[in-house]
């Protein structure tokens, strides 16, 4: 199984991206980090174990990380994820404490013994534990196998402002950072996650599923009648995080093109906002690739199967 941490902010999608991690044997989730960003890090770290106990996997460790992004005021984002970042679910308080160890001294630790390769970091929100740990430790980034990051926008434009998408507005500066660290980086932004909406029929499907995870995500994105959320004019609600998971488990699944981004740190219009160089004419190397283009039933088909596998 390919070994994997994924760093957090649940926050809705995520839960939905660890809960198809934890339902897929190709994967061993060594660890959750959380981050400070759809909900203050107390909230994050928090629903990370609710939905670790959920999915009967209460062994995996829990790491809190960043509080507030390396350089700004704090961006949260209560308006789509609820004042408890998991809104239509309520989880009970978990039984299992966070690890005491703080998330960037773990990765750091974990980094330095492993093999180079070993372990592929998927980051699901702002990038600020990741960043800081290079900021602390350099010589980890030679022994990452890669990073998967739910992150950007170009052609969609951003979701926060008209400009940049969520998690990196929220820190930019730690944007950069991973842009420029040279480690191998997979870049899923909106223009891609946007394709992949839970609609009404999708949300159909979801709720056959008897098991006790499926249930709990349909929860979270129905309306008291039961159609999707917020998005009943459009296509669908966009399911962002899970992708990441879904890009790990079927390649296949998303195509896009090796390209140099850059991330705005400067401007107030534009801040976070990524510069996606689609067509190659700043001259500028390649350090990403970002993927554009879903096969979203495909996603869904994978999703559904994987989490009719959960208790
Ligand atoms: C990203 O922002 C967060 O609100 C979601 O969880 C996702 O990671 C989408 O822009
Ligand atoms: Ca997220």
Request: aromatic share 4%; net charge negative.
């Given at each position: ?158 979701n926060v402002t008209p400009a940049a998408e969520y998690n990196v507005h929220a ?43 499926a249930r709990a995500v349909a929860r979270m994105f129905s309306d008291a009648d ?15 995080d899970p992708c990441v998971i879904a890009h790990l488990l079927r390649p296949g ?59």
């Amino acid at each position: 199984a390919r070994k994997i941490i994924i760093d957090t902010d649940p926050g809705k999608d995520d839960a939905v991206a660890i809960l198809l991690a934890l339902a897929s044997p190709e994967l061993e989730v060594l660890a959750l980090t959380a981050v400070a960003g759809n909900v203050p890090l107390a909230r994050t770290e928090g629903n990370a174990r609710r939905l670790l106990e959920l999915a009967g996997r209460p062994d995996i460790p829990v790491y809190g990380g960043c509080a507030r992004p390396l350089v700004r005021p704090p961006v949260t984002a209560e308006h789509v994820h609820g004042d408890t970042g998991l809104q239509g679910l309520i989880l009970p308080e978990p039984s299992v404490p966070a690890r005491p160890e703080h998330a960037v001294d773990m990765l750091v630790g974990i980094l330095r013994g492993a093999a180079a390769g070993e372990i592929t970091l998927c980051l699901l929100g702002p990038a600020t534990n990741l960043a800081l740990a290079l900021v602390k430790a350099p010589d980890i980034a030679s022994r990452i196998a890669e990073v998967i990051w739910m992150a950007g926008a170009r052609s969609e434009g951003g979701n926060v402002t008209p400009a940049a998408e969520y998690n990196v507005h929220a820190d930019p500066d730690a944007a950069e950072v991973l842009l420029n660290s040279g480690i191998a980086l997979t870049l899923l932004p909106l223009d891609l996650t946007h394709q992949v909406r839970l609609t009404r029929e999708r949300l159909t499907r979801l709720r056959s599923i008897d098991a006790a995870a499926a249930r709990a995500v349909a929860r979270m994105f129905s309306d008291a009648d039961g159609s999707p959320q917020r998005e009943r004019e459009q296509e669908g609600i966009p399911l962002h995080d899970p992708c990441v998971i879904a890009h790990l488990l079927r390649p296949g699944l998303f195509v896009g093109r090796r390209i140099n981004v850059a991330v705005e740190i400067v401007s107030p219009l534009s801040l976070g906002m990524t510069v996606a160089d689609w067509f190659g004419v700043t001259g500028r190397e390649p350090n990403a690739t970002w993927l554009n283009q879903a096969d979203a039933e495909g996603f869904f088909d994978l999703l559904l199967e994987r989490l009719a596998r959960l208790p």
